[in-house]
């Protein structure tokens, strides 16, 4: 068995003790043990770096803790509107779907597109068409009601206000969940899933579906997934400049997680955070907010769950 | 007066002297040299980078000879579903649409989405909507209607064939037109527009609206434009790469477009091109196909206008 690793987020944000009850904060913690547990003996049992980031982000979305999948967030227009992608660095492949409602685990989507179509994204009605094709799992839309998402869309509609979750004083489902990880040939992936910003305009499109924004994987350099205020994350390129730090200027996954994070994106003025792995099994955890919902685990190491800052 | 410079083109592909008549040879000719004297006029003026780069794409759209605006191809579907996007290298603002229809001129809503709403990217119906409160231009059908582009539809309708055009050996409309500009002041700006391929599925995205696949611009660094077969440029994350070797590697812009068009594009298995401008005003004109409608002009230097691989 070679290093194995994975590391999942489940969005960042004003994630503060303060706001979060010990049962939330409990539920959050198992959440996100189940969806590294499942991705982890993923691993274990041989499969792909690409399997297991889609297992891990399959459980992420089907709980409503998760702003993703099920626990998509509410548009403009009261729809829901999903986005996401993955990415193989063997193979450099890619799939990505944007503006998609009604499917069930969209990140098996963007798998579909990536390993049988002759496309990277496919968007709206194009992708759903795609996804009838290829038998993908719909559900009505009373699978992605929440009572808790629609009063928190019921409190800023018909206004311009978009709700970040992640940058209001007052606990809610965080932005965009996603996963990457090592496998034991030492393959690497990216996956990142989201249901958008509570009252976004329909038709926008953030850094989750983007390949080298949202989402990247590289054999020879590391496997990033991002979450936060998605238009700084595109402006920055942000995964993609990580993969060149560490290839072109030789940087280690941590230092150029730390310096595209901590410094370059917040030049820029955004905030969020990111995942990643390298070929070495090594793990980075990076955000500029109070929290981030993660958890990670490495080959014959004890996993590791945290919310906050400091844990 | 600074140095400024811009380059423009008109798509890469399989553009080959025996397909093309001379009278059309004549017409990109003009078409190319008209778009870059706008271009290049506006930068003589003092206008921006963002300014000059956005006339010169206005007036390949309104040409029915490129592929993007008024020449744009038909979906699988019947339908046009053009894509655009813009960067101001000096504030690293973009902005981009996706899959919109009845625009007159992408490139202008992407310009309107990056300085007057807080997002990057709509698509769709969202972008449609947002183009209606900016008072932009729109047109029926039958202004995009172009009777070679619909019987070039006609022959591959119902298959899931698509024609890249600029991947079969007839001559026909390219895929992709942008430009990139120096300003007088040192502000690098980018813009990519484009009208899709033939038969494409309904919902496909390229790279043409993806910052730092198809557009990027960062004044520390250059500008680039790409075209070419999308899905590669994307999982190569080609426009940002030539920023990263040479903001990472110390590379010239020459050398970076280089090594990413020759080099790591085809080894992706990618075939297409990019011109790119940087702070001192040199220009680079990459591409690894037959041939790349282009043009480009610096200051106090003739203009070159070139279709064929030798010219």
Redesign the interface.
């Known amino acids: 068995m070679n290093k194995i690793a994975i590391a999942i987020h489940g969005g960042a944000g004003t994630i503060l003790k303060k706001y979060i009850t010990p049962e939330q904060e409990e539920a959050y913690k198992k959440g996100l043990k189940h969806a590294l547990d499942v991705g982890y003996a993923a691993l274990e049992q041989n499969k792909t770096a690409v399997e297991s980031v889609e297992l891990s982000i399959i459980e992420m979305e089907n709980s409503p803790l998760f702003n993703a999948g099920k626990g998509s967030v509410f548009t403009n227009k009261g729809t829901h509107e999903m986005d996401a992608s993955i990415?193989d660095g063997k193979t450099?492949?890619?799939g990505a779907i944007?503006?998609v409602h009604n499917i069930k685990n969209p990140i098996s989507l963007a798998r579909q597109i990536m390993e049988k179509?002759?496309?990277?994204?496919?968007?709206?009605?194009?992708?759903i068409?795609?996804a009838e094709k290829m038998k993908c799992k719909f559900e009505q839309d009373s699978y992605f009601y929440d009572e808790f998402r629609y009063q928190q869309w019921l409190e800023v509609k018909g206004s311009d206000k978009?709700q970040l979750d992640h940058a209001v004083n007052k606990n809610k489902k965080i932005g965009t969940i996603g996963a990457v990880a090592l496998d034991a040939l030492g393959n690497l992936a990216a996956g990142t899933s989201t249901g958008g910003v509570t009252n976004k305009?329909?038709?926008?499109?953030?850094d989750s579906p983007?390949?080298?924004?949202g989402t990247?994987a590289n054999n020879s350099t590391c496997a990033i997934s991002c979450t936060g205020t998605?238009?700084f994350f595109?402006?920055?390129?942000v995964a993609?400049?990580i993969s060149?730090?560490m290839e072109?200027?030789g940087m280690s996954l941590e230092d150029a997680c730390h310096e595209v994070v901590n410094n370059k994106l917040l030049k820029?003025g955004g905030d969020g955070g990111l995942v990643g792995v390298d070929g070495n099994g090594n793990i980075a955890i990076s955000f500029n907010t109070e929290g981030m919902y993660r958890a990670y685990k490495q080959f014959k190491k004890p996993g590791v769950i945290a919310i906050y800052k400091e844990n």
């Open positions: 990415m450099l492949y890619a944007a503006l179509s002759e496309h990277v994204m496919l968007a709206g009605e194009g992708a068409e795609f978009v305009k329909i038709g926008r499109i953030g983007l390949i080298g924004s990247y998605g238009e595109m402006r920055g390129v993609y400049d060149c730090l072109y200027k820029l």
